[in-house]
């Protein structure tokens, strides 16, 4: 299984770059995620590169049996 995570971008300065996934705690920008399995929402710490620390953030969480890409868009299923 594949541990995903998604939040919002708060980041997003080009008005495209709306999620961020992480993908087994590999962190993507992504514009768009299709979910084509059940999700349930999480919190969760997680290192925040900027502030050196770890902070609590809320995501959609799921155990997928792949991630797949089309350009910036992830399907995870």
Known sequence: MIDVKARWNTQCKDNHSFWRI???GEERICSNII???PVHTTRDMVWDSIRQIE???HHISCNA???LWRGDVAIVR
Request: glycine share 0%.
């Open 35 to 37: 979910f084509l399995i």
């Open 65 to 67: 049996n792949e991630v």
């Open 22 to 24: 992480l993908i087994n």
């Open 55 to 57: 902070v609590d953030k």
